[in-house]
């Protein structure tokens, strides 16, 4: 992709998300976003099929700069799926932090229901790709066959887990928000350990977790 046409995603990314929080409501049409904003139609269409497709490819966008970040640390190569899961949680949500008020006004109407979110799609995809990898990393150092996990029931599994952190963090109000990291790490201790067989304490412990914060807000 050239630079110019990064550059018109990215103006039509930031337009966008600004439109929403400045005027509490979606651009009504593409012609009128695209006058306002001062690019022309056939450029937009270029880029994007629609303003729910901007919208979708925002949250790929969130994806795009998280992977970006911790795939170019130095030790990425030799850091275990775990430790690259949990490097990208922890980035992913330093993503959205910074894109907080846009993330709680898109998402805000869907409850519990962020499973069925289609603005979310873009971002499923991607997810599921990146942990297919790190399940095929931890699948090649497995000695027997029977030990291995199937990469497709696996990240499924791990895309409910981002849906669940997701929604954990949209109702987080402690500061900096460790009590999202905290989850973070008690989820991504479970899901490595059922990997690895071995999931009664984690669970537990995770399962106490949740407890005492439900608890806290009834």
């Known amino acids: 992709m050239s630079k110019k046409s990064e550059n018109i995603k990215e103006k039509i990314f930031n337009a966008y998300s600004t439109a ?3 005027h509490e409501k979606e651009p009504k049409s593409v012609y009128l976003f695209c006058k306002e904003l001062g690019v022309s ?3 937009f269409y270029q880029h994007f099929g629609s303003l729910n ?4 490819q925002i949250f790929c966008q969130f994806f795009d700069n998280a992977y970006g970040l ?3 640390g130095k030790d990425y190569a030799t850091q275990s799926p775990k430790e690259k899961l949990l490097n990208f949680y922890f980035t992913f949500f330093e993503v959205l932090m910074l894109n907080r008020s846009y993330v ?3 998402l ?5 229901n962020l499973q069925k979110l289609g603005v979310l799609k873009g971002l499923r995809n991607a997810f599921k790709e990146f942990v297919s990898g790190l399940i095929e990393e931890g699948n090649a150092v497995k000695q027997s066959r029977f030990s291995k996990h199937p990469e497709v029931f696996f990240s499924e599994g791990a895309w409910v887990q981002l849906l669940f952190l997701l929604k954990f963090w949209m109702d987080d109000d402690s500061p900096s928000f460790e009590k999202t990291d905290m989850a973070i790490e008690k989820s991504v201790r479970i899901v490595f350990d059922v990997f690895d067989n071995t999931p009664i304490d984690s669970i ?3 399962g106490k977790f949740l407890w005492k914060e439900n608890t806290k807000t009834a």
């Open 53 to 56: 497709h901007v919208k979708e």
């Open 41 to 43: 139609e056939a450029d």
């Open 20 to 22: 929403v929080l400045e």
């Open 204 to 206: 537990v412990d995770f």
């Open 108 to 112: 805000a109407d869907t409850g519990v």
């Open 70 to 72: 911790i795939s170019k």
């Open 104 to 106: 709680l006004f898109v």
